[in-house]
């Protein structure tokens, strides 16, 4: 009996979810393909009808909502709506927030897994690349400082939201690293030309912070 329309697609959306989950909480090397289909409710010999190998998934993984439309990984009270003239802002309070802070299983990968990137080949490098300069042109849409050329800007913001939650992540206290965060954010508003702080309002960006919800707490 064939399959429905579009299980294919399914089925391999099914298995990228949950690698990126445990990629995120465990790295890439301590998963092994038995993990990631068990938790996907699927067998070990259909991985390689959607895959070559581990290494092939990987680079599929590396993906954010910045890329990839279906994402459906989110963080409870964040909302960000990507076609808004305030995308910046509510990308820097979302991506710095303290529901992205905790959410490790389903962070966006760029924070996660940027040593195992390191270590990895051409395609894995690839995807993280692509999944960085995406941030950095939906940033740069939307950027007021004048201080700076605008991409010069929106690579600096995006290097400040993931570094700093990577930063944030590596520490155990976690007062210290609310303060990581807080600072990254405060700096990266600022350098935008969205204001000075976490709950700043200012320069355009009230829907943001509306749509973007207790993200400084």
Known sequence: MPYPKGHYEQTKQKIIGSARRLFNRFGFDRVSVNAIMKDAGLTRGAFYSYFRSKSDLYAEVLECFFTDPGWSN????????????????????????RQHLENVANSCPMVALPSDVARSGPSA???????????VRILERGLQSGKHSRHTAAQAV???????????????????????RKASMAVALKLGGWGNGPNSKSNGSRRGARAVKDLST
Not at 82 to 94: E, F, M, S, Y
Not at 126 to 131: G, I, L, N, P, T
Not at 158 to 174: K, N, P
């Open 74 to 97: 989110s963080w409870k009270g964040v909302h960000i709506d990507l076609r808004a003239a305030d995308i910046g802002p509510q990308i820097v309070r979302a991506y710095l927030s």
């Open 125 to 135: 490098k690839k995807a993280f690349e692509r999944v960085l300069k995406a941030m």
């Open 158 to 180: 995006a290097a400040l939201c993931v570094g700093g939650m990577v930063t944030a992540r590596a520490v155990d206290d976690h007062n210290f690293a609310d303060k990581l």
